[in-house]
């Protein structure tokens, strides 16, 4: 670049000079064309990948290069120069080395793409060319008088290195016009001696051409380009085939060349090909742009299947469960939502691993979604939960919820698999998307928190074994506690996770008497006020107790809400009325009743009888009248018979 700098500054001021001109004119402008020429012929010799194409490539610049030296140092210096001469033969010689170099080395660097792709080449190349032939038609002025090889020769020149720089157009096109030095250099430099070209056709055509002059400096700068190219980062790459901006924006600026060409052709008239390659171009641009739009359609249609679909089971996910709820809603038509969680899969993937937990999910979600095509769809959350919505009119509820649970089993030696739901009528039972679906989750968790291994199930085991071994008559009380407040809760219209609640407030809510001494809890006389406090206090320490276990939250409220009063005068905090949670008023008169009935140390015992006559007298004081009401008339009837009949034995855990 130094050497070309130097020229350049020979160009403006010293042409002419003695001395200086011999030296410029044929040695370092020689030498200079040289050096590029030995470079890219390094590059061929030196690095494998890539040989043949910088090979063609040194092979074009030295067939310039001869044509220099025949020029410079012989044809120069003659009185009469013949044209075409061998000068132009060597010259001309060297564009199908080129062409043919260029080509291999974009064959090289590009991959297989998709053939729309070559629409962007051609849609490069021809508005390149479009605008070369324009801008050279002052140039071709006269270039096509004389005879045919001289005519030939004349269109040899701009003809070669329009179709040059078009290629590299092209090539640029076909990789997505990505950032990439060497292209760019090579573009440069052709554009550049393209130019250069077009000056020295203009002056021969004029006033004559004159040595040492700045066209002479452009070729310099063009060979030395294509030389720094061979030398410039250039990885191979696939052509894009992603819907870039660049893939719309580009065709559209070439479709504006094409304009302006054609615009311009009525103020200044140009060659015939230029106005014929800008209409070609602008076809190129319009079948382009039909296939942009196309695959964008198409991008679009699949953007959106995607994001309404599971990628690994191929269901519908939760955006298009909630899209498929809102319609369904809409249109007010009898829905079943079940929400299901398989129980025993975290195992399953711990013991045979995420691919095989991955395979499991897919054969599970193919036999849901076949158990339930008929009347409605299935749907995957994430993780291991499943989903169906589904219509209500070819099977009954029951029949859809046993044909779903039954396709998510799956059992072998070492594994079975189960679930847990949760379902819900629509909209019978809510007009709202983001209800129906907590409704369902809390009635799935409610039921997978009843079943045997659950964590729930399993803390109130411990709790419960711990509170028997501590103390045997206690337990005895807590279950027979239990079984009555299931009973209420299923009277008083509660769901199903509300009644479990209730039964494990009801299993619990004593649980705090541990830390009570023994001849407190068995005193036969009235006890005192720093005995009261011990018994008051024990709510709060219940409630500790419970909600050491984050998934017994819920049922530590109740127990320490158990010993509340409608009237506000009970512990620990004097709540009343209302605001005392419905499953700890249930919890308080079950746990009057059959205290009653069991009789302590400090009262004695009373029939069932008695205990509602007591019940009735307490309440809208100490029990919520209305709840007494339901026990009085739903409940009691079916306790009668515990007159005569033994206390229940102690369980861990009571049925729901």
């Given at each position: ?5 130097a020229?350049?500054l020979y160009a403006?001021g010293?042409?002419g000079?003695?001395g ?5 004119d044929?040695?370092v402008?020689?030498g200079?064309v040289a ?19 910088w ?7 030295a ?14 210096r003659?009185?009469?120069i ?6 132009d ?7 199908p080395l080129l062409y043919?170099g260029?080509?291999?080395l974009?064959r090289?660097?590009?991959?297989s793409t998709?053939?729309t792709v070559w629409l962007?080449?051609?849609i490069g190349a021809s508005a390149?060319a ?5 801008f ?5 002025a006269?270039?096509?008088?004389g005879d ?15 179709m ?5 157009v092209g090539a640029?096109a076909?990789?997505?016009?990505r950032?990439?030095a060497?292209?760019?250099l090579?573009?440069f430099?052709l554009l550049?001696?393209a130019v250069a070209?077009a000056?020295y056709l203009?002056?021969?055509a004029?006033?004559g051409?004159?040595s ?17 190219a061979a030398?410039?980062?250039g990885?191979?790459?696939a052509?894009s085939?992603l819907?870039t901006?660049?893939q ?11 304009v302006?060409?054609q615009?311009y052709d009525?103020?200044?008239r140009v060659?015939t090909?230029a106005?014929w390659?800008a209409?070609?171009?602008l076809?190129?641009v319009a ?5 942009f739009f ?5 991008l679009?249609?699949?953007t959106r ?5 599971d990628?690994l089971?191929g ?5 298009s469960?909630?899209?498929?709820l ?6 007010r038509?009898p ?11 975290k ?18 979600g193919k036999?849901?979604s076949e158990?339930?095509e008929a009347d ?5 959350l994430g993780?291991?939960e499943f ?10 509820r ?5 044909a779903a649970s ?5 059992d072998?030696?070492a594994f ?15 007009d ?8 369902v989750?809390?009635r799935?968790?409610?039921?997978k928190?009843t079943?045997?291994g659950s964590?729930?199930h399993q803390?109130?085991?411990v709790?419960?074994?711990t509170l028997?071994?501590r103390?045997p008559?206690l337990?005895q009380h807590?279950?027979?506690v239990?079984?009555?407040?299931a009973?209420?809760a ?6 199903g996770e509300?009644i ?6 009801a299993?619990?809510h ?5 830390a009570i001494p023994?001849?407190i809890l068995r005193?036969p006389?009235?006890l005192d006020?720093?005995e009261?406090?011990l018994?008051r206090?024990h ?10 276990a984050p998934a017994l939250f ?5 127990v320490r809400?158990?010993h ?6 009970g512990?620990?905090d004097?709540?009343?009325g ?6 700890a ?5 079950c746990?009057?009743?059959e205290a ?5 140390p400090?009262?004695?015992?009373k029939?069932?009888a ?9 309440a809208g004081?100490?029990?919520d009248?209305e709840l007494?009401d339901i026990?009085?008339?739903?409940v ?5 018979s515990?007159?005569?009949?033994p206390p ?5 855990a009571a049925p729901?």
């Amino acid at each position: 670049m130094a050497g070309c700098l130097a020229h350049g500054l020979y160009a403006v001021g010293g042409v002419g000079k003695p001395g200086l001109s011999e030296f410029f004119d044929e040695w370092v402008y020689t030498g200079l064309v040289a050096v590029a020429t030995l470079i890219c012929l390094l590059r061929a010799v030196l690095v494998r990948h890539e040989r043949t194409a910088w090979t063609l490539i040194a092979f074009g610049l030295a067939s310039w290069l001869a044509g220099d030296i025949v020029w410079t140092f012989k044809l120069s210096r003659l009185e009469e120069i013949p044209y075409p001469s061998v000068a132009d033969a060597l010259y001309v010689a060297g564009y199908p080395l080129l062409y043919a170099g260029i080509a291999l080395l974009a064959r090289a660097r590009l991959r297989s793409t998709d053939r729309t792709v070559w629409l962007d080449g051609l849609i490069g190349a021809s508005a390149v060319a479009s605008v070369a032939l324009a801008f050279l038609q002052p140039a071709l002025a006269g270039t096509t008088e004389g005879d045919f090889t001289t005519v030939l020769v004349n269109l040899a020149y701009p003809l070669g290195d329009v179709m040059l720089l078009s290629l590299v157009v092209g090539a640029m096109a076909l990789g997505g016009w990505r950032a990439d030095a060497a292209w760019g250099l090579l573009a440069f430099g052709l554009l550049v001696t393209a130019v250069a070209d077009a000056v020295y056709l203009k002056q021969e055509a004029t006033t004559g051409f004159t040595s040492g002059t700045w066209p002479d400096t452009m070729w310099l700068l063009g060979s030395a380009a294509i030389a720094a190219a061979a030398w410039a980062p250039g990885a191979r790459q696939a052509a894009s085939t992603l819907l870039t901006r660049r893939q719309f924006v580009l065709p559209v600026f070439f479709a504006c060349v094409a304009v302006v060409v054609q615009m311009y052709d009525h103020f200044e008239r140009v060659s015939t090909p230029a106005i014929w390659l800008a209409g070609l171009t602008l076809v190129l641009v319009a079948v382009r742009m039909a296939i942009f739009f196309g695959k964008y359609a198409t991008l679009l249609r699949h953007t959106r299947t995607e994001a309404l679909t599971d990628p690994l089971t191929g269901l519908g996910n939760r955006r298009s469960l909630l899209r498929d709820l809102d319609v369904a809603l809409e249109r007010r038509d009898p829905r079943l939502l079940a929400l299901f969680d398989l129980d025993g899969f975290k195992s399953y993937n711990d013991a045979f691993g995420h691919p095989a937990g991955d395979a499991l999910l897919v054969r599970l979600g193919k036999k849901l979604s076949e158990a339930v095509e008929a009347d409605g769809r299935a749907y995957r959350l994430g993780g291991d939960e499943f989903c169906i919505l589904s219509a209500l009119d070819l099977r009954s509820r029951g029949d859809l919820l046993a044909a779903a649970s039954a396709a998510l089993c799956e059992d072998g030696d070492a594994f079975t698999i189960t679930s847990s739901h949760g379902a819900a009528v629509l909209p019978e039972e809510t007009d709202e998307a983001s209800d129906a679906l907590r409704l369902v989750d809390r009635r799935m968790y409610a039921q997978k928190g009843t079943r045997d291994g659950s964590a729930e199930h399993q803390t109130s085991n411990v709790l419960l074994r711990t509170l028997h071994e501590r103390e045997p008559q206690l337990g005895q009380h807590i279950e027979s506690v239990a079984l009555v407040a299931a009973k209420l809760a299923r009277a008083v219209g509660l769901d199903g996770e509300a009644i479990d609640v209730v039964v494990r407030g009801a299993q619990l809510h004593d649980i705090g008497k541990m830390a009570i001494p023994d001849a407190i809890l068995r005193k036969p006389e009235p006890l005192d006020e720093h005995e009261w406090d011990l018994i008051r206090g024990h709510t709060l320490t219940g409630e500790r107790i419970v909600a050491s276990a984050p998934a017994l939250f819920p049922v530590a409220q109740l127990v320490r809400s158990s010993h509340e009063r409608w009237d506000g005068d009970g512990y620990p905090d004097g709540l009343a009325g209302e605001r005392i949670p419905q499953g700890a008023r249930i919890i308080a008169i079950c746990d009057a009743f059959e205290a009653m009935i069991e009789g302590r140390p400090w009262q004695p015992l009373k029939t069932p009888a008695a205990a509602l006559a007591e019940l009735r007298r307490c309440a809208g004081s100490q029990f919520d009248p209305e709840l007494v009401d339901i026990f009085a008339e739903q409940v009691y009837p079916s306790l009668v018979s515990r007159d005569a009949a033994p206390p229940p034995p102690p369980a861990v855990a009571a049925p729901v």
